[in-house]
């Protein structure tokens, strides 16, 4: 079946400007994750939705950042006014509903943001 | 806050040779630990995990990890790497009823054939 996926797959913008990233994930998967990772790191948790609601959005670094996810599917990442700081590749994951055992996260391939 | 060590970023190794990567956690409660892989130019994908039960955990592709919850340790093996197994691995671990996953900083992996 179809993986999560994310779009656009590279971005390029100027200091100052504003971005979305949008993320669909498995169909059915209630939770889904937003992640960071920069350069030489690993990834770095941002934001999580269970459903439509921001269940824990204490990763998220500062105000810029925010997360929509009106539907309870896709999900929109939006960063305002980027900085060079921002650059990294931002990865949005999802998994199934929470039932007795906790489940993997699937990760879609990123999207890779360059603000120059 | 928990918080995951992986060491020796860079690994080179040579086929058929043993492989094992360290995965240290700080956290005092309990804990899901995963093993993902990067394949270069591909996703994150899930290689092993551990919730509950056998410490000893059997993957995909003969990897296998081992947690010692003395130890705060989730170490991966693989007795006999083969050229495909070039990959960046991460450990990762969530405490029980927190979804945030903490990420080390992965090992870069590199086997000559």
């Known amino acids: 079946g179809a993986g999560v996926s994310q779009t656009p797959s590279n971005k390029v913008t100027e200091k100052g400007k504003y971005v979305e990233l949008r993320c669909d994930p498995i169909?059915?998967?209630?939770?889904l994750y937003w992640y960071r990772q920069s350069l030489g790191q690993g990834p770095e948790f941002l934001i999580y939705?269970?459903?439509?609601?921001?269940?824990?959005d204490s990763g998220l670094p500062n105000d810029r950042f925010f997360a929509v996810r009106p539907e309870g599917s896709v999900s929109t990442l939006k960063i305002q006014r980027t900085e060079r700081g921002d650059s990294a590749v931002y990865l949005c994951?999802?998994?199934?509903?929470?039932?007795?055992?906790?489940?993997?996260?699937?990760f879609g391939p990123g999207t890779r943001l360059t603000v120059l | 806050a928990q918080s995951v060590s992986q060491h020796n970023h860079h690994v080179i190794l040579s086929e058929a040779a043993s492989l094992e990567l360290g995965c240290n956690y700080s956290y005092g409660g309990t804990v899901n630990l995963f093993w993902y892989v990067q394949y270069p130019g591909q996703h994150l994908q899930l290689l092993l995990k551990y919730f509950s039960g056998d410490p000893l955990v059997k993957g995909i592709k003969g990897f296998e990890a081992e947690f010692i919850k003395s130890k705060f340790s989730f170490n991966l093996r693989k007795p006999s790497v083969q050229w495909s197994d070039t990959a960046e691995y991460f450990c990762a671990v969530n405490a029980r009823g927190n979804n945030r996953l903490a990420f080390g900083k992965g090992n870069q992996v590199v086997v000559i054939p």
């Open positions: 939705f269970q459903g439509t609601g921001a269940a824990d």
């Open positions: 169909s059915g998967h209630t939770a």
């Open positions: 994951a999802s998994s199934p509903p929470l039932l007795a055992e906790p489940h993997e996260q699937f």
